[in-house]
């Protein structure tokens, strides 16, 4: 997945027309590591995401301006503006995932 590496980065994107996901990580996060092995599978049930991750860790400015507290956090923006927002405890599993998904980015 395609990493924001910048905050301009991030700012393009998510002011996409379309619903964007932004996927909130750290390289030292084991749930952020499962949930990449899973995803592949969510993406299968839920189509055409465009989602990218960012480091919490790299961008804590982000992150505390969107209210995330956990790791992996996925929040859906769109023209700018959060729509939605995953928090980790709630995106343990595939079907906490794609459920999420389909009810956000449709």
Known sequence: MEQLKTDEQFQQFIASEEPVV??????????CKRM???LPTVFEEVKDVNMKEID???FPEIAEKYDVMGIPSLLVFKKGEKQAHLHSANAKTPDQVIEFLSSSVK
């Open 22 to 31: 932004v996927k909130f990580v750290t390289d030292w996060c084991p749930d």
């Open 36 to 38: 990449d092995m899973f």
């Open 56 to 58: 919490k860790d790299e």
